[in-house]
């Protein structure tokens, strides 16, 4: 199971996605207090729910298929809430000079690349599998 790099590169989109959140905020509010994912339950649910794909992800190393159907959901999901914090944004404050978007607000993109590397060991791994099986026959 650890042997494989998708696995690695889906324990770095759990990780991501299922453990960052609770220690760095997403923004900070007017006052300058940290907003973190738990203040609002559909980014809660989200970055749940991803969490949970990408581990659902890792234990599904024996079905290949469903490994690479369920990250693609999790990109999906990514991108979801991506595109809710884009429109989350323009409610922020901020000031040009300096910055008041938390690092947090990037997290579901470097998820998104963990996951499509993971996609693409996956891939490769399903055609070493098609190709050593017509070796076989």
Do not use: C
Not at 45 to 56: I, N, T
Not at 84 to 89: K, S, T
Request: glycine share 6%; charged share 15%; aromatic share 16%.
């Amino acid at each position: 199971m650890l042997q494989r790099i998708q696995t690695l590169y889906l324990i770095g989109a759990f990780i991501t996605s299922g453990i960052i959140p609770f220690f760095l905020p997403l923004w900070y509010d007017e006052n300058g207090f940290p907003f973190y994912f738990q203040a609002d339950l559909p980014i809660s649910l989200l970055f749940g729910f991803s969490a949970v794909l990408s581990f659902l992800g890792i234990y599904s190393y024996k079905k290949r298929q469903q490994q690479f159907v369920v990250s693609r959901l999790n990109i999906i999901l990514n991108l979801i809430l991506l595109l809710l914090f884009v429109l989350y944004a323009p409610k922020l404050s901020g000031d040009p000079y300096v910055s008041k978007k938390g690092i947090g607000l990037v997290l579901p993109f470097i998820s998104i690349v963990f996951l499509a590397l993971a996609n693409f060991a996956i891939q490769k791994d399903e055609k070493l599998v098609k190709s050593s099986g017509r070796i076989r026959k």
